[in-house]
């Protein structure tokens, strides 16, 4: 009987992994920059999986950094990011998202805080002195009701960083029985 429950339960867990949700982001790396625009980068989220994801929640950002600072994966009111939430993401279905590199401090005179692409900092990403990254932290559930997490790290321009060990170790999803990290 014993043996019979433990193949009725391994059948079980195979199933759902075969048919669960599976929410991936892909990002453009082609940069858009403009002189005197705000700094923007274009991401797709997806769900790859076979059956629909719901209750996705997170933060997206993107980020301008010099070549020598580390990339910060906090979210909240100092470090600022987007909020997305949907209730639900059916199979082979699509968020397409271009988001604003945002500051943490408005600059004075300014309404908002996006970054504006300056020369200089057009100069600092052409030798690699800066770079731009999306990254993010999503959580969702399954039709089984597992919840699920992914956090995702991509570089957008500044070509040296495009295997930056933060980024990597950022890259990260559930093993079907985690908690969302901190």
């Known amino acids: 009987a014993t043996a019979a429950q433990n193949s009725v339960a391994a059948l079980q867990w195979q199933t759902q992994q075969d048919q669960r949700a599976w929410i ?5 790396n082609s940069d858009k920059f403009q002189l005197d625009q705000p700094m923007s980068a274009s991401f797709h989220i997806s769900n790859i999986g076979k059956t629909p994801a719901r209750g996705i929640v997170g933060y997206l ?11 910060e994966f906090l979210y909240g ?38 970054i ?10 052409a030798s ?3 770079y731009v990254i999306v990254h993010g932290r999503l959580t969702y559930r399954d039709i089984f009701g597992t919840h699920h997490w992914l956090t995702f790290c991509s570089h957008v321009s500044g070509s040296q960083y495009e295997t ?7 890259n990260n999803a559930d093993t079907n029985s985690d908690r969302p990290p901190n």
Do not use: W
């Open 24 to 28: 991936a982001v892909m990002v453009s």
């Open 61 to 71: 950002a993107v980020s301008y950094y010099q070549a020598k600072s580390e990339p």
């Open 77 to 114: 009111k100092d470090h600022p990011a987007i909020y997305l939430e949907k209730n639900i993401l059916f199979p082979t279905e699509g968020i397409p998202i271009t988001l604003p590199a945002l500051n943490v401090h408005t600059e004075p005179g300014r309404k908002d805080n996006r």
């Open 116 to 125: 504006l692409l300056t020369l200089p900092m057009l100069g600092d990403l």
């Open 128 to 130: 690699e002195k800066s």
């Open 164 to 170: 930056s060990p933060q980024c990597i170790r950022y």
